[in-house]
């Protein structure tokens, strides 16, 4: 089972319509699990509370930097993993191009458009 990340406090930088999803990307996050997250987007389906799908950006220690500064993460409820380490993903643009890239596969959305809201 994955662990969820823990959202004490977070600024909703983007939100996205994504076929059944509403997704946010969250900036400016003070976690509660001791993760240095850069990013959160959180895809919810519709009519539910509770996200079932984050993608991370999540700053690495020092030591942990030899590929890169920010390690992008998929957590579910089957799957917890770091998909790729590269300095990119702590630039906003590059985070969230990837995030809707990888939440299409994941989700099904190929054929689906997001659409940002204001």
Do not use: C
């Not at 600024?11 to 003070?30: E, H, K, M, S, W």
């Not at 240095?36 to 991370?56: C, N, R, V």
């Not at 990837?98 to 458009?113: D, K, N, P, R, V």
């Amino acid at each position: 089972m994955s662990k969820f990340p823990v959202i004490r406090t977070a600024l909703p930088l983007r939100r996205y319509q994504f076929g059944d999803y509403a997704v946010t990307v969250l900036g400016d996050i003070d976690s509660g699990d001791g993760r240095d997250y850069q990013f959160i987007a959180a895809y919810a389906k519709e009519g539910e509370s509770q996200p079932q799908l984050f993608i991370t950006s999540e700053a690495l220690p020092p030591g942990e930097r030899s590929g890169g500064s920010h390690a992008l993460r998929v957590v579910s409820s089957v799957m917890d993993e770091i998909m790729d380490v590269d300095n990119r993903w702590r630039r906003p643009g590059d985070f969230t191009d990837q995030m809707l890239q990888m939440g299409a596969q994941i989700l099904g959305l190929e054929q689906e458009t997001p659409y940002p809201l204001s």
